[in-house]
């Protein structure tokens, strides 16, 4: 056996490789795509021991995206399983656009159950969120209570 140290890149492939193995010869896995990682396993696992939530997240154009997140998470832990679910989605099919969350956040509001997901400490069971629901994104209307910013103070008589 060799005791040289291998470069990180090469473990992580190994990894993978493995992963992938054990995943394909499971029978009970067999449902999650071969190049699966940690995380969605450990999701799988969770949701089939009833630990988390399979919830699906409806987009604008119609497109259902499946999340999994457990019982007690936060809004905030919500939106982040969705970045990281919607990332892993696209680094799959080829799509290099890169999404800037902090403008959906900023223009939109999760929907659930005619509410909007407002608090992002809230447990998503207080938004009474639960397995095999649908969420979705709803438009922040702006404030206009806010008085206008003048771009030149007005001038001096």
Known sequence: M???PIRHDEAKKTFQSKLGEIVEEDPYLGDL???VTLDEAKGFVALSSGQALAVTLVKYDG???PIVV???ATV???KKVIRQTVALKSERAGDRRRISWKYVWKTYWLYYNNQKLTDDNARINQYGMHD???LGFVKRLRKEDKPKRLRHPPAKQ
Do not use: F
């Open 2 to 4: 060799s005791s040289l």
């Open 33 to 35: 795509p071969k190049d």
């Open 63 to 65: 497109e259902e995206i």
């Open 70 to 72: 457990s019982h007690g």
């Open 76 to 78: 905030r832990t919500l």
């Open 132 to 134: 095999q629901c649908k």
